[in-house]
């Protein structure tokens, strides 16, 4: 396994953490995304999580620095060329992952590995839309990446032995438990969230409790460590609103149906801790 070179597309919450990742590890870095003010907040995420790990002990104050110095950020896709790994981590839509894998496609090498972060989204439509299926995989990393071990890996219908051995390889490496995965809507880890998440939108909704107690009960009574509604906001609400409509579309049962006051909260705006507003309020 070699690929020292690796581009992240996409510089939001995920895409800053598997950057991070990367860098740490020792991989030089390439963070790509359309907008220069996402890449700039990008840069003081990660900065300011590397001087969090430093104080703890976790890594010297040199490995801050060499991780930092890893990292190259532009808004120019065409930088992503020469990457052994690209990883894309852009917005949960089949047409804009489709359209970036098809430039992708177009721009790096043959042997170059296709990787998505994507929550729910098939892998295997995303290789079809390539010349190079067998190099298109899943690679889902859990939030806060950084601190969180787990990397869904998923198969497409054409994705490779030797692709998957590799990235399973290079998950290991950078210090997480890769679990394969079949690739089916949402694979396991959304599968089975979301609708936990969705059915205490709907106890929200229908009055049962407030957010808090609801939060309270599952933490309480079921030793979650967050509820489903305060990370619900952490994900983001137009983020699990996507998986959701994933698995209803793709699955077709009623029972993934997205509550509607979700769906109301993400048509105003309010989408979580990112936006300020979700099912709790951050000032």
Sequence with gaps: MNLPNV???????????????FAQCGHQVTLRDLDQAILDRAAKAIE??????????????????????????TTDLGAVAGADLVVEAIVEQLAAK?????????????????????????????????????????????????LMVLVEIIRGQATSDETTRTVVELSRALDKTPV????F??????????????????CL??????????????????????????LADLI????????????????????YRPCPLLKRLVAAGQLGRKSGQGFYHYP
């Design 7 to 21: 581009a992240v597309l996409g510089g939001g919450t995920m895409g800053n953490g598997i950057a991070q990742v």
């Design 205 to 230: 909704m229908e009055g049962v409790a407030t957010a808090e107690s609801i939060d309270t009960v599952m933490k309480l009574g079921m030793n979650h460590p967050v509820g489903p509604l305060a």
């Design 48 to 73: 300011k999580s590397l001087s969090k790990l430093a104080e703890k002990g976790k890594i010297t104050p040199s490995d801050k620095d060499a991780a930092l110095g890893r990292i190259i950020r």
């Design 185 to 202: 809507p949402g694979f396991v880890s959304n599968r089975v969230l979301m609708p936990m998440i969705n059915e205490a939108a709907f």
């Design 180 to 183: 394969e995965v079949n690739d």
């Design 98 to 146: 489709a359209e970036v894998f098809r430039e992708l496609d177009r721009l790096t090498g043959a042997e170059t590995i296709l990787a998505s972060n994507t929550s729910s989204i098939s892998i295997t439509k995303l290789g079809a839309v390539t010349q190079r299926p067998d190099k298109v995989i899943g690679m889902h990393f859990m939030n806060p990446v950084p």
């Design 236 to 255: 983001g609400l137009d983020t699990c609103l996507a998986i959701l409509t994933v698995l209803h579309q793709g699955l077709g049962d009623d029972k």
